[in-house]
């Protein structure tokens, strides 16, 4: 679709478009496989020699048209959807490292990630090096080793909101010779758009704000194309060396700015199988549809709600980066001026038994394990989503063991303070 459109047009219209006489709405391709006329037809699309879909555990079209919306939204060259955002902060690091191989990646990313990279990853052979994302250039450099193969961060963390500095992210990484690869769940490509600060990869967990509504879990991997591989030959060889389970094909060579993509796809799809369904991305599209509406909506309500809190006595602190008092704020003006997410935490005076009291008086407030959707929700990561940490990495997270995470809705916001209100009285 034109790049000249803008991101709205874009949200509801990218992805599929129908030739004469077909679907008006992307159909769902809700089949396992794909028909050819000709077995050399079929052996054609093993080799990679010809486009075309076969098997749905690699490639199905309604995920491709999601996928390449996503792509359009983030300014993007190609993307690829996952079965979650685990799977896709996987995969983004998995294909182009190795067991020998290490990333450097910020203590503030999201439990489930700090978990995959800093314990499983571990156990698969790569290494790595959690740095502080707020620490100085020649600090954040001094992490890197001849076997770094990636920088890795938040756009806004989930739940610390720290904002990350793309351009500091981006010139470390480029300096020593790796891609910055970015979870940019947070912001969605409605507020921030990475590519255009220097991140070379993207990656989201669409089953936030993208789905929208806690429909379905799923992920995504954008890749900017931008990022030169064939620099560095001796670094990357997944991809710049003959793929052996590929009859010999090099994937820089054939496919050019689609290379990561392409191997994601053909060589991690095919192996380890974390597609989406494409039932789910159905849906993902239709949530995708309404982006740019509920983003702003999201960051309107949740900034009434940071201020509200923020001059209530009860409470002790209060963190969203929209507010002057961030120390994220001058960060988030310039990486997202349009706002930053819904997501706000704070914490009760009194310490964490107050701030857990006061999350079971909530009522429309419901406690989910889930974050980022149509509907206010809030969450205890110390007793939650990050219950596998010590209080020590906890710190070190930017997570106080008071933490509330509140997420917050769509709904009026006359509605959800109240609910605060009442709440607040009866601790
Ligand atoms: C939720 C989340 C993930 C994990 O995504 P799933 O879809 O739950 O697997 C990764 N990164 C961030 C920033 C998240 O908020």
């Not at 979650?84 to 450097?104: L, P």
């Not at 849906?283 to 309500?301: I, S």
């Not at 010590?390 to 009026?412: H, M, Y």
């Amino acid at each position: 679709m034109s790049n000249g459109y803008g991101i709205e047009t874009k949200c509801v219209q990218s992805g599929w478009q129908p030739e004469c006489g077909e679907p008006r709405v992307l159909p769902i391709y809700q089949s396992t496989t794909f028909k050819y006329d000709t077995s050399d037809q079929m052996g054609r699309l093993f080799d990679l020699e010809d486009n075309g879909y076969f098997y749905t555990r690699l490639q199905n079209p309604t995920n491709d048209a999601v996928a390449a919306k996503i792509a359009e939204l983030e300014g993007g060259v190609a993307a690829m959807l996952t079965s979650s955002g685990q799977a896709a902060n996987y995969f983004a690091v998995f294909n182009i490292c190795e067991a020998g191989d290490h990333i450097v990646v910020s203590n503030s990313v999201y439990g489930g990630t700090f978990n995959l990279y800093g314990t499983t990853l571990k156990k698969q052979g790569i290494d790595c090096t959690f740095i502080d994302p707020d620490a100085s250039y020649e600090e954040i450099g001094a992490a890197f080793k001849p076997n770094t193969k990636a920088l890795v961060a938040e756009t806004v963390a989930n739940p610390s909101l720290v904002v990350l500095d793309i351009e500091k992210m981006a010139k470390v990484a480029h300096d020593h010779g790796v891609p910055l690869i970015v979870d940019n769940t947070f912001p969605t490509p409605i507020n921030c758009r990475p590519f255009e600060w220097g991140a070379d990869i993207v990656t989201h967990s669409t089953t936030k704000y993208m789905d929208g509504h806690a429909m379905s879990v799923g992920g995504c991997i954008v890749d900017s194309g931008n990022f030169d591989w064939t620099a560095h030959v001796d670094k990357y060889p997944g991809l710049t060396r003959p793929d052996e389970s590929y009859h010999g094909i090099v994937y820089t060579e054939k496919f050019g700015k689609l290379a990561y993509i392409t191997k994601a796809t053909s060589q991690l799809m095919r192996d380890l199988g974390s597609i989406q369904s494409p039932q789910n991305a159905f849906l993902l599209n239709v949530g995708l549809e309404t982006l740019h509406l509920r983003v702003p909506r999201h960051c309107e309500n949740a900034l009434k709600v940071a201020e509200y809190l923020e001059g209530h006595e009860k409470i002790a602190w209060v963190n969203y980066p929209g507010l002057e008092s961030s120390k994220y704020h001058t960060l988030a003006e310039k990486y997202m001026p349009g706002g930053t997410c819904g997501v706000i935490s704070f914490g009760l005076k009194g310490g964490r038994d107050v701030s857990v009291g006061f999350m079971d008086k909530l009522k429309l407030a419901a406690i989910v394990t889930h974050v980022a959707d149509a509907r206010t929700c809030v969450l205890h990561p110390a007793s939650h989503t990050h219950r596998q940490m010590t209080d020590e990495q906890l710190k070190e997270a930017g997570i106080a063991p008071d933490l509330i995470r509140f997420s917050v809705g769509i709904e009026n916001v006359k509605d959800i303070i109240a609910d605060l209100e009442q709440a607040l009285e009866a601790v």
